[in-house]
C-alpha cells in the first residue's frame, strides 16, 4: 500500500505545511493526507467530488452517516459518501449540488483502521462554492470491461474444482460463487501473531458486495492486504496492476454487473 512521506494527522498538535485540514490532539490512528480539489484554491464546482487521501485503509464499517460532515449556517448537507481501498482514500459528493456562491465548512470525524486504531476527529476547514455545476461522472464499467482481469485468476479459480468455490470464469459463475457470497476465511499470521484469525475489520465480508467495494473481501485478496486470510490472489506470479484493481473497485461501485 502506498504510504506517504508526509501526512496530516486526524488529530495532531500541530498543522503540518500542506495539509488541507486543521487537525487537533495526537492520536494513533488514521491520517488525511490532502483534499483533492484543495479546499482554499476554490470557488469550487457546486457538484464537487471531494476525495479526502489517507495515509492507510481504513474499516468498512468507518463510513457511517456523518462521518464526513459539511455544514453552512448550520444545516448539513445530504453527501454520497465512499471508500477507495486501492489508493486509501474518503470519497464524498453532495447528493444534491451545493448553494452558489456559499461557504461550507468541512469536518471529518473518526476513523478505524483495519487494526481498529481510532483517529480523533479533524476541526473544521472551510471551502466556498462558485455558480458552477458540471454534473461530470465517469463511465461505469461492465463486466465485459473486467472480464479480462478477474480471468487472470481463474488458472485456479474456475470451475466445479475451483479452491474454495470461488469460480471467476464467466458472468454466471461470478453470480454464483462470488456476489453475496460470504468469504470463506482461513487461519494466518497477521503482524507477527501466531494463528491469529483475519483482522475482525474484515470478518464476515461478503465476496463480492455490490455498490460496495469497501465491504468485498476479493478486492483486499487482490491487492494482498496484510489482513487477509490466506494467500493474495493471483498466487503466483506478479500481482494484478493497480489499474486493473481500481477498475475492478469501479465495477463492484457500480453494482458488479454480470450480464
Known sequence: MRVPSWSCAIGTAALVAGCDLAPSVAADGPHVVSVTPALGAGPLDRDVTLRIELDRRIAPNSLADGVVEITSGGNYVWLVQN?????????VRPRDPLDPDVTYGMRVHVLHDLEGHASIATQPTTF???????????????????????????????????????????????????????????RSTVDGYLDMPVTAALTGLPRIAPGEPARSYLLYVILDDPHIAGAAMPPTGALLSLDAITLVQRWIAAGAPTD
Do not use: K, M, N
Not at 470451475?159 to 461470478?174: E, K, M, R, Y
Open 83 to 91: 471508500i477507495d481501498v486501492v489508493e486509501p482514500a474518503l470519497v
Open 128 to 186: 466556498h462554492t462558485s455558480d458552477v455545476i458540471s454534473g461530470a461522472r465517469a463511465e461505469a464499467p461492465t463486466f465485459a470491461d473486467v472480464e479480462e482481469v478477474l480471468t487472470a485468476c481463474t488458472g485456479c479459480h474456475a470451475g466445479s474444482t475451483a479452491p474454495l468455490g470461488l469460480d471467476l470464469s464467466s458472468g454466471a459463475a461470478v453470480r454464483a460463487t462470488a456476489i453475496g457470497v460470504p468469504a470463506i476465511e482461513e
